[in-house]
């Protein structure tokens, strides 16, 4: 989608300027974006038990981590190494939820020893370790709105979860072994736009929810809805409209729970940061290969979604107004045919030098990067609430390239004949 107004409105009057001095390509991300989605999330559950948790994956950057944490989010993480991220910018105990899958018993101990909420994400988990949290929740497998959610998989062929008819046992063995507390997870959507469905599929959590209390016999302290809101990356496409959801989530819980009031909990990530960043990249070659093609100084590398699944980022040209439009490819200098940014574009005619930018890389962008072909991953600069441009991640070095790599190979074992 185009850029947000504010956004556009405090980053276009200096990118000329940033572009010449700085070079390119980088990400920039709006903090005043980030900080103004996170409160509209709160705001909108008013009063009643809640807390976002952001989900680190989509933007594991310390100073964005630092930022929605003052504000009272905590955070999601799904490894040891978010985990010490989280640890690292002042996460503690509860402010951070561990919901992991195919989880080593090792990664489970570093969690329960960080005093994270812990979700289970099978019971093979549960069986295999020797201590359990106070408080245990598991998380279901894709179900009801959830299992038809295309990049959810389907309920038989998902690796998230515990089946729904594994779950009452699940949570009747976790009390016998002395759990006491309990919340419970879902894997809702992914991506989703439409407010119904979205609806939809948080009520089938919360829903279950109330059943597994009554079924066992315990009180839930919380339902964790999960994350898959999205965001509108193309042109026409709206916004879920968050109150809403969020009035519409209480009012499942009130059908389901009455006077109860187990929190909500959510674990957004692309909802919260996506649409507050940007891919900031010049053209450097155009020719023609049958259809029109823009070369331009990013890759894959560092926005992989378009090539790895076909997914839209919005491109423009934001100086270039006034020009033709003319029909071309946008593409990086990977050697893969799909290192494309877009196929088939309409955009003002572009010449070399020109700033291009690719839209809502805020979520899944950087983090998603890559090296291949030495194609190495660029900088990450955050615009803050004061009108500054500051370097939050240092572009990526051949030292950093091979920073991992033995130029004369270690012994490990001994080979004895």
């Not at 100073?63 to 503690?92: F, I, K, N, W, Y």
């Amino acid at each position: 989608m185009p850029l947000p107004e504010e956004f556009a409105g405090r980053l276009l009057p200096l990118l000329p300027e940033l572009v010449a001095g700085y070079g390119t390509p980088f990400h920039i991300y709006d903090q005043r974006g980030l900080i103004d989605q996170h409160r509209e999330m709160a705001t909108a559950f008013g009063t009643e038990p809640y807390r976002q948790y952001f989900a680190v994956k989509a933007l594991p950057n310390p100073v964005v981590l630092s930022t929605l944490l003052a504000e009272g989010s905590g955070l999601d993480c799904a490894s040891p190494v978010e985990l010490e991220l989280a640890q690292r910018v002042g996460a503690v105990a509860d402010d951070v939820v561990f919901t992991s899958n195919n989880t080593a018993v090792s990664e489970y101990e570093l969690a329960l020893k960080a005093g994270a909420l812990v979700t289970f994400d099978d019971r093979s988990l549960l069986d295999k370790v020797e201590r359990l949290p106070d408080l245990v929740a598991f998380r279901v497998a894709p179900h009801g709105t959830a299992a038809r959610s295309t990049l959810m998989g389907s309920a038989t062929h998902s690796k998230f979860g515990v089946p729904v008819g594994d779950l009452a046992d699940a949570y009747r063995e976790a009390r016998r072994r002395g759990a006491r507390r309990f919340g419970i997870h879902g894997m809702i959507c992914a991506n989703e736009l439409d407010l119904d469905r979205a609806v939809r599929a948080a009520s089938d959590v919360v829903e279950l929810g109330a059943w597994l209390a009554a079924e066992v016999g315990v009180e839930l302290e919380y339902v964790n809805i999960g994350g898959g809101l999205g965001i509108p990356y193309q042109p026409g496409e709206r916004a879920i409209d968050f109150p809403a959801y969020a009035a519409a989530v209480l009012a499942s819980r009130r059908r389901a729970f009455g006077r109860r009031r187990p929190r909500i909990v959510s674990e957004f990530g692309r909802y919260v940061t996506g649409p507050h960043g940007v891919l900031v990249t010049r053209v450097i070659n155009r020719c023609r290969k049958g259809q029109d093609v823009v070369g331009v100084d990013a890759s894959m590398a560092a926005l992989m979604r378009p090539g790895y699944y076909g997914a839209y980022h919005h491109i423009s040209l934001p100086f270039a107004t006034g020009r033709r439009e003319t029909l071309v490819d946008v593409v990086g200098s990977l050697c893969e045919n799909n290192d494309k940014f877009g196929i088939d574009r309409m955009l003002p005619d572009p010449v070399e030098g020109d700033i291009a930018l690719v839209h809502d890389t805020g979520a899944h962008g950087h983090a998603m990067g890559f090296t291949y072909n030495g194609r190495l991953r660029p900088a990450e600069l955050m615009l803050t609430t004061a009108g500054e441009v500051v370097e939050i991640r240092r572009a990526e070095t051949f030292d950093d390239y091979l920073a991992t790599a033995r130029w004369n190979p270690v012994p490990i074992m001994e080979v004895t004949r």
